[in-house]
């Protein structure tokens, strides 16, 4: 099994506990309007990984995690390649290493061989940061051009069977920054028993020089970062201190 990577980093510190290796696989079914990483789009753009191969690669980097740290899988939306992903991770394992999923749960079905495979991940997944992109149905579609009807599901699933999860919001001046809206995402955080930390990500617009390069125009040119005030209320809104159980 190969997997399609779309670039490495030896070291992050605000992608789940601790230091981790980031692995940001190709491929992603959402479009969403303030996406800074357009160039993971596009599934086979990426190079060709075996996953022994690129534990191997990851594994010299151990001393610099700590306690906490290990190997996150972002993208792109790393469950387009849950078979890879299956396979990295179980490899991983063998070698203690903390495991970490970064994803929106757009490719999520709690149906047939695909729901039986996402359980087998699970397995030998330790954490998750999910997404959450909007509480509303339409203006999720808006937003993503996808229905949140399955994301929710995996949020269920997730809480179902004790997953630990972070959830990050991004604050979208015009999309996401309403304050109905952020406390109709809190109640729905509060509904659920396995969240570890929530995070509030203001909007930026660093990415805006890849779709120049990819010849991609930008949706959000005219929109600007929210300020901190606004980024305050929202993290008040939606409880965020509650949620600090873990510290890097």
């Known amino acids: 099994m190969k997997g399609y990577v779309n670039k490495l980093e030896s070291f992050g510190c605000v992608d789940g506990p601790g230091s981790r290796y980031i692995v940001f696989l190709s491929g992603c079914n959402f479009r969403c309007l303030y996406c800074h990483n357009p160039d993971t789009w596009i599934l086979k753009d990426g190079k060709e990984y075996e996953a022994v191969e690129l534990v191997n690669q990851i594994e010299s980097y151990r001393s610099y995690w700590g306690k906490k740290g290990g ?4 993208g792109g939306e790393p469950l387009l390649q849950i078979d890879f992903l299956i396979e990295f991770f179980t490899e991983c394992k063998k070698r203690n290493i903390n495991t970490c999923i970064d994803t929106a749960g757009g490719p999520f079905t709690d149906q047939g061989p695909w729901f039986e495979k996402f359980k ?3 397995d030998v997944t330790d954490i998750l940061l999910m997404d959450i992109k909007h509480i509303n149905e339409e203006e999720h579609i808006k937003l993503t051009g996808h229905t949140r009807k399955n994301v929710e599901k995996m ?7 004790n997953k630990p999860i972070w959830i990050r919001h991004v604050l979208v001046p015009g999309y996401t920054d309403n304050d109905q809206y952020l406390i109709q995402t809190r109640d729905f955080i509060r509904s659920l028993h396995n969240v570890e930390r929530v995070e509030v990500l203001p909007y930026h617009s660093l990415g805006m020089i890849k779709y120049k390069e990819l010849g991609i125009e930008y949706p959000l040119s005219e929109t600007k970062s929210p300020d901190p005030e606004r980024v305050k209320k929202a993290r008040e809104i939606l409880e965020c201190e509650k949620y600090d ?3 890097k």
């Open 245 to 247: 159980a873990w510290e």
């Open 120 to 122: 087998k991940l699970m």
């Open 155 to 161: 949020f269920r699933y997730l809480d179902e069977i």
């Open 71 to 74: 190997v996150t899988v972002s």
